[in-house]
């Protein structure tokens, strides 16, 4: 891109070289140095040439609102109060991208995106969900055709997204539902391209950090989890994701990734989907429960690397719930209302 890149301030780049020192380390210094950077702020930011090498926050001003997230595409298209109320709790807030077998050719697809908040200077959060058996015949059951199918997909993916920064949740749900496949050797496949997913970030897309999906607070034991996670290829890629598209407070989402952490052969960050859990979990329910509150807006630090809004505000979890008529991954105007309100 011909547009100059800027970076933040000394003290900032000091905590992201820390992250070799593990989680605590990162995360004592960020309370300490650089409370609470919010959606859209960065500290002081000095030459293009200080940028610490590999890293995404350092390369950009912010992350990126999505300009055609379902619930700015409803705003667009149904103007009026309950729009606007919608437009500023959800719509103008920086949200994750979810790509999949819906997105047509995922290079193009992928590379429009990141494209357009490398534009704007922005970070971009994209998520990629198309491992074959997704969601294990549930809600959001589908995925790419076979693991030939997923190699070809994943590879492009993350050529798309090549070296221009980005942050990537990879296959959520993927690792925690690895006991419903039928048999040992379908786990392994799952596993195994896992792996290759994280590998295809390693080498073709420098500049992205990307987190294998962990989980959430009360689903898999984090010593199970770890070696999951360890077989999948965490090491690879920057860490993993907590809480994705569930509704555990970022304290028990948090105090989970830290105990996974501990089980890991080596620490690595971690990120927390903080986009519906303002009021925490309702007895585990996480079908479109009633009564769930928007969380902290998309930020560096809360005691995670970053606290992120990875599940779009809105969309249903499926057919179920609050929401018995609208399918997995579309948009209810209704569901967006309660949670703004947290009825």
């Known amino acids: 891109m011909a547009h100059s890149r800027t970076s933040r301030s000394r003290t900032s780049r000091q905590i992201t070289g820390l992250a070799a020192l593990g989680v605590a380390a990162v995360i004592a210094l960020t309370t300490a140095c650089s409370p609470g950077r919010t959606a859209g702020t960065v500290a002081a930011r000095g030459p293009a040439s200080a940028a610490a090498a590999g890293d995404p926050i350092d390369m950009t001003s912010g992350f990126y609102v999505d300009p055609d997230s379902n619930p700015a595409t409803w705003v667009k298209n ?14 103008d807030r920086p949200m994750a991208r979810w790509f999949g077998d819906w997105s047509g050719d995922i290079g193009t697809a992928v590379s429009a995106y990141v494209g357009a908040a490398d534009t704007a200077d922005k ?18 059951a589908g995925g790419a055709g076979s693991p030939e199918a997923y190699r070809t997909w994943i590879a492009n993916f993350a050529a798309a997204i ?22 040992d050797s379908e786990r392994q496949i799952r596993l195994d391209l896992l792996k290759y997913a994280t590998e295809q970030f390693k080498g073709k897309a420098p500049n992205t950090w990307a ?13 199970t989890m770890a070696k999951r996670l360890e077989a999948a290829g965490v090491h690879n890629v920057r860490g993993f994701a907590v ?5 555990y407070t970022t304290d028990e989402s948090v105090s989970y990734g830290a105990a996974v952490n501990a089980s890991l052969s080596s620490t690595v960050p971690f990120v927390v989907d903080t986009s519906r859990n ?13 009564g769930r509150k928007l969380g902290v807006p998309a930020q560096s630090g809360g005691g995670a ?22 399918p997995a991954g579309q948009f209810s105007p209704d569901l967006a209302v309660h949670l703004t309100d947290g009825s």
Not at 278 to 290: L, R, Y
Not at 306 to 316: C, E, I, Q, T
């Open 78 to 91: 149904n103007p009026g109060d309950r729009a606007n109320r919608i437009k500023s709790a959800i719509a």
């Open 278 to 290: 303002g009021k925490g979990s309702k007895d585990g329910e996480w079908c479109n429960p009633a």
């Open 123 to 140: 970070l971009p959060v994209l998520v990629a969900y198309n491992v074959p058996g997704r969601d294990c015949s549930g809600h959001s």
């Open 162 to 183: 090549g070296t221009r920064p980005a942050v990537v949740v990879i296959e959520p749900d993927a690792v925690a539902q690895i006991d419903c496949l039928p048999n």
């Open 305 to 326: 690397e970053m606290l992120l809004w990875v599940k779009v505000p809105g969309d249903s979890d499926g057919a179920c719930g609050t929401a018995p008529n609208t």
């Open 243 to 247: 809480n994705v598209s569930n509704y």
């Open 211 to 223: 987190y294998l999906d962990g989980g959430n607070a009360k689903w898999i034991a984090p010593a």
